[in-house]
T-cell receptor
């Protein structure tokens, strides 16, 4: 069975600092991988996805993530945090064949201080 | 604009009452999903439907029911059998294999 682990339920950074949100997955075969962002009382918005090809994936709002098969990781980064990045971030995986059930991590809340 | 509309945004349930959450999409997606979100637990799958007139239980289906009579609509009923219904409910849809799910803005259900 697939699973996702997000290290750190809360991450605090200063405005302008590097953002690093960690995601590790467990899967018998390389899955599809996603990062979503959720603002208070709203649904989830897709930041980026990895399905095949280049392992460094660029998304919206300046975020990017790198798929590392050897480390079973898909960490999310942004070089310089903005106040507007404060939100909850979810990593998710799904298998490549058959019914694609999304398995979510428990989320990481990003706090950005001035 | 295409998207997913969930209504109402806030809903209150009395003891012993069934309530229905609406989810409509105009994205022409075949698959639709219902998730429950609780603080610190991420999203858990309640039901999903890959095609009209067919749906499957997810991980936490007990106390919930759904229907899929139209491609655009996937309503969720929270029955009185669901003893802890207070949560944020999210509906999603996807076009097919390898494609990400699109989410509505959610319905927050509380107990009176």
């Amino acid at each position: 069975a697939q699973s996702v682990t997000q290290l750190g339920s809360h991450v605090s950074v200063s405005e302008g600092a590097l953002v690093l949100l960690r995601c590790n997955y467990s899967s018998s075969v390389p899955p599809y991988l996603f990062w979503y962002v959720q603002y208070p009382n709203q649904g989830l918005q897709l930041l980026l996805k990895y399905t095949t090809g280049a392992t460094l994936v660029k998304g919206i709002n300046g975020f990017e993530a790198e798929f590392k098969k050897s480390e079973t990781s898909f960490h999310l980064t942004k070089p310089s945090a903005h106040m507007s990045d404060a939100a909850e971030y979810f990593c998710a995986v799904t298998q490549r064949t058959g019914f694609q059930k999304l398995v979510f991590g428990t989320g990481t809340r990003l706090l950005v201080s001035p | 604009d295409g998207g997913i509309t969930q209504s109402p945004k806030y809903l209150f349930r009395k003891e012993g009452q069934n309530v229905t959450l609406s989810c409509e999409q105009n994205l022409n997606h075949d698959a639709m999903y219902w998730y429950r979100q609780d603080p610190g637990q991420g999203l858990r799958l309640i039901y999903y439907s890959q095609i009209v007139n067919d749906f499957q239980k997810g991980d936490i289906a007990e106390g919930y029911s759904v229907s899929r009579e139209k491609k655009e609509s996937f309503p969720l009923t929270v029955t009185s059998a669901q003893k802890n219904p207070t949560a944020f409910y999210l509906c999603a849809s996807s076009p097919g294999e390898g494609q990400p799910q699109h989410f509505g803005d959610g319905t927050r259900l509380s107990i009176l």
